[in-house]
């Protein structure tokens, strides 16, 4: 048979199936309000529906999978069926030229380029920076206490980031730091720019972020050596065609860069700073794994060898996962579950939800280290711990996330304990990452102070 009329057969076999369950809603408007305010949109409409539903959301027919089988068809199928697609706040507040947006061959090059900045040799010379921000933050948050961690604590993975990116000292004090956390609140708003819009504000203050990185750049660019940071390297780098990055897509990249590489990690080091002051049996025997390293320095190999650490961080990572999920376009009709999946329609494959599987895991709402035991864990598929997403898309920072986790978690176990403030209120709020409703409040001690 003619591949033509294959197709054709085959298209029209997809398109005699069933729609996945689900109700669009209002014309238009769908279930984005509900998306948008209930924490548990997605979770109720599983129990009821199972893996695969629809629904409306921002006047796109969206749906919603979860699951190690359907992440492993979405992300094996990147640009054959699927296509990276934000929702029009995000793209608009990213920027045309952000990897996180390109597509194809152009995705491909650019991908290859900024990776350079996390292959294990440029990861090897952030850990001195990144050792020393930890505790000169760790030594204040001691005499701060109490404290309301939650914004030191974007304070801190902002300046790392701006340290280890773009070689910018104290970035989380600068007009920088100012701008990001009202840029960081429209990424997932209702796309209405007005000056009194979560959307009007961020947009706003992208245009301001942009002449911050810009004036970052132009000082770079007038400096003798580019430096060796992921500036430098984006400042140095040709394309396969042997041109030079425009100055307009060196903006976007950057604030890409900046944006990822600290929203995610503050709600991730949150979430474990959270946990561990929760359950003392598990800060006890990270404690006691620390003890072993003392005489060590810290090194990509001792770091690998902290295995308990490792197990605790996976689990905070698959209880509250910093990103709920990824958007895609459906760029050719095909079938997941026995339903057809129409071409032109949204697709959302969510980490949360696939975490959160009871079929996948056991007790799947309890924080349960053991469950990443080694020795005890049976083989789990691949695609059902997903935290940094999967396939040629898969977080370009994935290890340089797991690099801070590790030492932040590893410094502060090491001289320091917290204990949770009563009468807060610990509900997460999801957007833009997860976190406590009250910021997380706590008292820092350090082991060695004393209390007079
Ligand atoms: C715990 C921390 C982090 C988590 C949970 C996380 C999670 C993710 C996920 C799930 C994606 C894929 C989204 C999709 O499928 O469309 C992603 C993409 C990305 N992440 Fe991360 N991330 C983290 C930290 C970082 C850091 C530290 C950086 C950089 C310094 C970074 C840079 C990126 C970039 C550039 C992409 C886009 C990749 C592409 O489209 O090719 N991330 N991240």
């Known amino acids: 048979m003619p591949p033509a009329q294959h197709y054709e057969a085959e298209s029209r076999s997809i398109a005699d199936l069933p729609l996945p369950p689900g109700g669009l809603g209002w014309p238009w408007l769908g279930e984005t309000l509900g998306f948008f305010r209930d924490r548990d949109f997605a979770l109720k409409r599983h129990q009821r529906y199972g893996s695969v539903f629809k629904t409306r959301i921002l006047g796109q027919p969206t749906i919603f999978v979860r699951g190690a089988e359907a992440n492993q068809f979405v992300f094996s199928n990147e640009n054959e069926y699927f296509q990276v697609s934000w929702p029009p706040s995000t793209q608009a507040l990213l920027g045309p030229l952000s990897l996180a947006l390109q597509r194809g061959e152009e995705h491909r090059n650019r991908r290859k380029l900024l990776a350079q900045a996390f292959m294990p040799r440029a990861l090897a010379g952030y850990i001195e920076a990144m050792s020393a921000i930890t505790l000169d933050y760790a030594q204040r948050w001691v005499t701060q206490s109490p404290l309301t961690w939650y914004p030191e604590l974007r304070n801190y993975t902002l300046d790392v980031a701006c340290k280890l990116l773009v070689g910018l000292d104290s970035g989380s004090q600068t007009r920088l730091g100012h701008f990001f956390e009202t840029w960081c609140q429209g990424l997932f708003s209702v796309p209405v ?6 959307f009007g504000r961020a947009k706003r203050c992208r245009s301001l972020l942009l002449d911050e990185i810009e004036a970052l750049i132009l000082s770079r660019q007038a400096a ?3 430096g060796q940071d992921a500036l430098g390297l984006l400042l140095t780098a040709v394309d396969d065609q042997g041109d030079r990055l425009t100055v307009a897509e060196l903006k976007d990249q950057i604030l890409l860069l900046l944006f990822a590489g600290h929203e995610t990690l503050t709600s991730a080091i949150a979430s474990f700073c959270l946990q561990v002051a929760q359950h003392s049996e598990v800060r006890s025997r990270l404690q006691q794994e620390q003890q072993q390293w003392l005489d060590h320095p810290l090194t ?12 605790v961080l996976k689990e905070v990572l698959r209880l509250v996962p910093p990103v709920g999920g990824g958007f895609r376009t459906v760029l050719k009709s095909c079938q997941l579950d026995g339903y057809q999946i129409p071409q032109g329609w949204s697709l959302l494959y969510q980490i949360g939800a696939t975490h959160a599987d009871a079929q996948t895991y056991d007790t799947p709402a309890q924080f349960n280290p053991e469950r990443f035991d080694p020795e005890a864990a049976t083989a789990a598929h ?13 977080c370009l920072g994935k290890e340089f996330a797991r690099l801070e986790m590790k030492i932040f978690a590893a410094l502060l176990l090491r001289t320091y304990t917290w204990e949770l403030l009563p009468n807060q209120d610990l509900t997460l709020v999801t957007i833009p990452t997860p976190h406590p409703r009250d910021n997380l409040r706590v008292r820092v001690i350090s082991f060695y102070s004393n209390p007079n």
Do not use: C
Request: aromatic share 14%.
């Open 224 to 226: 003798p050596e580019p």
């Open 193 to 198: 720019a007005l000056p009194w819009t979560a």
């Open 382 to 394: 691949k695609f059902a711990f997903v935290p940094f997403g999967g396939g040629i898309r898969e």
């Open 300 to 311: 990509l190999d001792t770091l690998k060898q902290m295995t308990y650490l490792d197990q």
